[in-house]
């Protein structure tokens, strides 16, 4: 029964790049590790820039480009088919890593990966809660395990940046009952609780990737969905302040963000710097509403940042699928939207703004 004005956000105010997007996977898996060098593809180049062109969204980074050949055939596919408008992240080659040798193997692949044309790496959250010694069986790799640090210290050489995905919501490490403020969601989606099993707790996870942002002060990494604690905000602080080398984006997070909007923004204030626009935007993606590519989704993200509406959905669905709350907007002023839009991703990914 409230009435408060509603703003329609066609079309972003400033030119964006979408610095977290997953337009191609990996064809195979294996208990949630990506394997091999064949990709899929989950849309064409044409459809998704018909929604970009009405967006304003200028570039779209697809994070999950993938190795080897499969990696070079996503360039060609879109990259190198339309300059400026697509970039390419490659990917760790999980399924070698338990050979001897794998650590300068996977350097050398950076370097590769770079010369055909990618300008990062992702790696997904895999590494902490799926990667285990026997590549799918036997206890989990730990995030700041050596054998990575050839591969983290080549990014940081090339100004490859690692944009990285660690832990998730902490809701997702809690027990499934009636207490969980994700109950639905969870229930729903029982293979992303990681409450109890041989898991570490989110905070474990949290500090383990800190050791290894510590170890690696040149390498630039994006910590996505918020530096994975989007709940805890005081904590993200303490983590930009301690590691210059952090920048965040948003992915999959209006939803936290936007139950916070004094916190957040205030915190978009302090770090305007250090913020880029990201979605987790997958084509055809109906398994998680939050992250449809499509107008819809773009206009709940530009209206969460451009206007200071009150208590709407944060993604395109009847039910709000992060948990049962709605949001309100930041109505962030033009110089800093200029930063989080376009201007810090360009500044990372060494583009022309
Ligand atoms: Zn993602």
């Given amino acids: 029964m409230l009435h408060v004005p509603e703003s329609k956000v066609a079309r972003a105010r400033f030119p964006v790049i979408d610095i977290h ?190 050791r290894m942002f510590a170890r690696h002060p040149r390498t630039q990494f994006i910590a996505l969905h918020v530096g994975n604690d989007a709940e805890n905000l005081g904590y993200v602080s303490e983590c930009m302040e301690r590691f210059p080398n952090m920048t965040i984006e948003l992915a999959a997070r209006i939803g936290e963000l936007g139950r916070q909007p004094r916190a957040a923004r205030k915190f978009f204030d302090k770090y305007q710097d250090r913020i880029h626009f990201g979605t987790d935007a997958v084509p055809h993606g109906t398994d998680t509403p939050q992250q449809v590519f499509g107008d819809e989704l773009y206009e709940i993200y530009f209206r969460f940042l451009e206007t200071e509406d009150e208590y709407f959905d944060y993604a395109p669905a009847p039910v709000p699928p992060q948990g049962r709350w709605r949001i309100y907007g930041l109505g962030l002023p033009e110089s800093i939207l200029r930063k989080v839009y376009y201007e810090n991703a360009a500044r990372l990914l060494g583009l022309s703004s």
């Fill in 21 to 210: 997007t997953h337009i191609s996977w990996a064809a195979s898996s294996k208990n949630g590790v990506f394997l091999g060098e064949k990709m899929q593809y989950l849309a064409e180049p044409e459809e998704l820039l018909q929604v970009m062109n009405r967006k304003n969204l200028r570039t779209m980074v697809d994070l999950t480009g993938g190795i080897g050949e499969g990696l070079k055939e996503t360039i060609r596919k879109y990259q190198s088919a339309h300059p400026g408008r697509f970039i390419a992240f490659t990917e760790p080659w999980w399924g070698r890593t338990n050979e001897p040798g794998y650590p300068q193997f996977q350097a050398d692949e950076i370097a590769k990966a770079r010369q055909a044309g990618a300008y990062g790496l992702k790696v997904l959250k895999t590494l902490g809660l799926y990667l285990r010694q026997g590549i799918t069986t036997g206890p989990l790799v730990r995030i700041d395990d050596r054998r990575f640090d050839p591969m983290w210290e080549a990014c940081g050489a090339l100004k490859m940046p690692v944009a990285i995905h660690i832990s998730d919501p902490e809701a997702f490490f809690l027990p499934i009952d009636r207490f969980n403020e994700r109950f639905e969601e969870l229930n729903n989606h029982p293979d992303w609780s990681f409450y109890d099993h041989d898991f570490p707790s989110n905070a474990e996870l949290l500090e383990a990737r800190n």
